[in-house]
Each structure stands twice: as structure tokens, then as C-alpha cells.
């Protein structure tokens, strides 16, 4: 790691703690060309590939966006959807995948969603999986009228 002080190539760690629930490493480091310290923090980054191809960065805030839409008009709290996006995300790092297919992520989005909200869920599902007629949606509802399994 450069110094961001002298701009020497190397640096040594003195000390390494896990931060954000473990999802980061705060690390404070020492330089030894010019004696001084500083910390950095390492994350592990997760990236969506897109159906285009393009690749980008995971962001809550995005699932939480797409979530909001599709909750609009619906007694859904700002804490509920952060909650939801949180659990998105653990569903995704869970898979120890570094780069996760776009629709990995409305699959995991649609399960906390329906147990949110099930018209804020019909309404996702509908754009998610493209419904074309009424009987997409009667398909929906018919499932979501089953009892849950367990």
C-alpha cells in the first residue's frame, strides 16, 4: 500500500479489525520511509452483470429504489425497504459469488418483498417477469393465495 503522505511504494499493517458487520477491514498502517501512519479500509466489492453485459458495483441503494417504486402508495416504512435491501444483500454475498447475474438479484429481492408487502411484491413480479396478460397475474395471485410451505 502507498504512503499517501511520502508516496513510498511500501507500507507495514500494525493493526487489522473487521468493520460493517464484517464486511470490511480497517487497517492501520505505518510507513517506513517517513515514520508516519494512516488507515485504510478494504471491502470486498460485489458487481451485478447486467443483461447487456455490462458489469457495475451492487448498491442498496438501487435495490431500494426499484423497491420503493413498486411500494408507492403502500404503508411501507423507509426502515422496511433498508431492512429488505440489507437482506438482499446478504442473499447475494451468501453465494460467495464475486459478480452476480441482474436477475439473481430481482430473485432475491422478490421473496423478502412478498413478505413485505404482497401487492408491493405483485407489482415488482409483474415488471421483473414481464407479465403480457391478465393470466400472468392470476397465476401470481392464485400463488400467492397458497399457503407458505414449512
Known amino acids: 500500500m502507498r504512503c499517501p503522505f511520502c508516496q513510498h511504494a511500501d507500507s507495514r499493517v500494525i493493526d487489522s479489525r473487521d468493520v460493517d458487520e464484517g464486511k470490511a477491514t480497517r487497517r492501520r ?3 517506513p520511509e517517513c515514520g508516519r501512519r494512516f488507515t485504510t479500509v478494504e471491502e470486498a466489492v460485489l458487481a451485478v452483470v447486467k443483461r447487456s453485459g455490462v458489469t457495475e458495483p451492487f448498491l ?3 435495490v431500494v429504489r426499484g423497491v420503493r417504486r413498486a411500494c408507492q402508495g403502500r404503508d411501507v416504512g423507509e426502515d422496511a425497504l433498508q431492512h429488505l435491501a440489507h437482506r438482499v444483500e446478504e442473499t447475494i454475498r451468501a453465494s460467495g459469488a464475486a459478480e452476480v447475474p441482474s436477475n439473481e438479484v430481482g430473485l432475491a429481492i422478490l ?3 412478498r413478505e413485505l408487502d404482497e401487492v ?3 407489482r415488482f413480479a409483474s415488471v421483473y417477469r414481464s407479465f403480457s396478460s391478465i393470466e400472468d397475474f392470476e397465476k401470481e ?3 400467492l393465495r ?3 410451505p414449512g
Open 111 to 113: 421473496g423478502p418483498l
Open 146 to 148: 397458497k399457503p407458505a
Open 141 to 143: 395471485i392464485a400463488d
Open 120 to 122: 408491493a411484491y405483485l
Open 29 to 31: 498502517r505505518s510507513c
Open 60 to 62: 442498496r441503494d438501487k
